[in-house]
């Protein structure tokens, strides 16, 4: 495996324990639809929660969160509505980031609430 894999994966592992403790419920992690998939799907209270994680070893490329670019929120929310409409959602529903960078002593974790809005 890539060793970017190996990094985005181990991310997404610490951004879901990050959100479990934070007292989220974890319904999917990376739910495909098509091409796109969303790394993390949980409930915060009544809120349904899609989370992209983008993790980094360094900010030297810019904030990992600037990797969310307008093409990617386009396929989360086209894969978002899916899974929506599969599951019959009715909740209210947000989009977060959660932007770790993993240095040798400790995570940065940032958690972007609210990143961006379904705007097609």
């Known amino acids: ?26 319904l999917h992690v ?3 639809h098509r091409k796109a998939e969303i790394d993390i799907i949980a409930m915060d209270r009544d809120i349904l ?16 969160e600037n990797a969310v670019n307008l093409k ?3 396929n989360l929310i086209h894969a978002a509505n899916a899974f929506v409409l599969k599951n019959g ?3 209210e ?9 993993i ?10 609430e609210d990143a961006f809005y379904p705007t097609l």
């Open 1 to 26: 495996m890539a060793e970017h894999n190996e990094l985005g994966q181990r991310g997404e592992k610490i951004a879901q324990a990050f959100l479990e403790k934070k007292g989220y419920r974890i």
């Open 30 to 32: 990376n739910w495909r």
């Open 93 to 101: 529903a947000r989009f977060d980031i959660i932007s770790i960078i």
């Open 103 to 112: 240095e040798k002593n400790a995570n940065i974790i940032n958690h972007i």
């Open 72 to 74: 990617k929120q386009k």
């Open 89 to 91: 959602f009715t909740n």
């Open 49 to 64: 929660v899609f989370v992209e994680v983008k993790t980094r070893q360094t900010v030297l490329f810019g904030e990992p």
